[in-house]
């Protein structure tokens, strides 16, 4: 089974393996990169993503990607297992990250950078002082990669953080050229 992630949602995917009782890995090449989640009859037990190493964050990641190509490899193994949640409750965590987040990450890449923006209000804003920290890496001019390494956060929490910024209109996206 092949296809695209504009045909076919990760949670169609993911179902229609489940259904047909076999076991492999499901290829993602992503806009973020590749991804891979092993299957075993009804259970999610493993994944990789550009971002995180391995486990939840790596196909919770995966969800949010809504262009790019995917592959199911029967009868691949890992012998890694860093899954252990339901299926079903893997997958109402994907969709609920994908309504979340996908179109915030459909705006950027792992090149892209930000603006602090300058006429900012914030007389009703509380900042943590690791909110400062990551408005400050943002305020760089980082790249999302940098700013992951930099912040030693993971991509899911680099979105949440930035959506939250967006939305205070603290921070924008740079457009390319800019």
């Given at each position: 089974?092949?296809?695209?992630?504009e045909?076919?949602?990760?949670?169609e995917?993911?179902?229609a393996?489940?259904?047909?009782?076999?076991?492999?890995?499901?290829?993602?090449?992503?806009?973020?990169?590749?991804?891979?989640?092993?299957?075993?009859k009804?259970?999610?037990?493993?994944?990789?993503?550009?971002?995180?190493?391995?486990?939840?964050?790596?196909?919770?990641?995966?969800?949010?990607?809504?262009?790019?190509?995917?592959?199911?490899?029967?009868?691949?193994?890992?012998?890694?297992?860093?899954?252990?949640?339901?299926f079903?409750?893997?997958i109402?965590?994907?969709?609920?990250?994908?309504?979340?987040?996908?179109?915030?990450?459909?705006?950027?890449?792992?090149?892209?950078?930000?603006?602090?923006?300058?006429?900012?209000?914030?007389?009703?804003?509380s900042?943590?002082g690791?909110?400062?920290?990551?408005?400050?890496?943002?305020?760089?001019?980082?790249?999302?990669?940098?700013?992951?390494?930099?912040?030693?956060?993971?991509?899911?929490?680099?979105?949440?953080?930035?959506?939250?910024?967006?939305?205070?209109?603290?921070?924008?996206?740079?457009?390319?050229?800019?």
């Open positions: 089974m092949k296809g695209t992630l045909s076919f949602s990760l949670e995917i993911l179902q393996v489940n259904q047909s009782k076999k076991f492999g890995r499901i290829d993602i090449q992503g806009a973020h990169g590749q991804y891979g989640i092993y299957i075993n009804d259970n999610i037990y493993h994944a990789f993503s550009p971002h995180y190493e391995r486990g939840i964050n790596a196909v919770l990641e995966a969800f949010i990607e809504t262009k790019g190509t995917f592959e199911f490899k029967e009868m691949l193994n890992s012998k890694f297992i860093t899954i252990s949640k339901p079903f409750d893997v109402t965590e994907g969709i609920a990250l994908k309504e979340e987040l996908a179109s915030l990450n459909s705006e950027i890449s792992d090149d892209t950078t930000f603006d602090l923006v300058q006429e900012a209000n914030f007389e009703n804003i900042l943590s690791s909110d400062l920290k990551f408005l400050r890496d943002l305020g760089k001019g980082l790249p999302v990669s940098s700013v992951l390494k930099e912040e030693n956060i993971d991509y899911i929490t680099f979105l949440r953080k930035l959506k939250s910024f967006i939305d205070i209109k603290l921070v924008k996206i740079k457009k390319a050229g800019q």
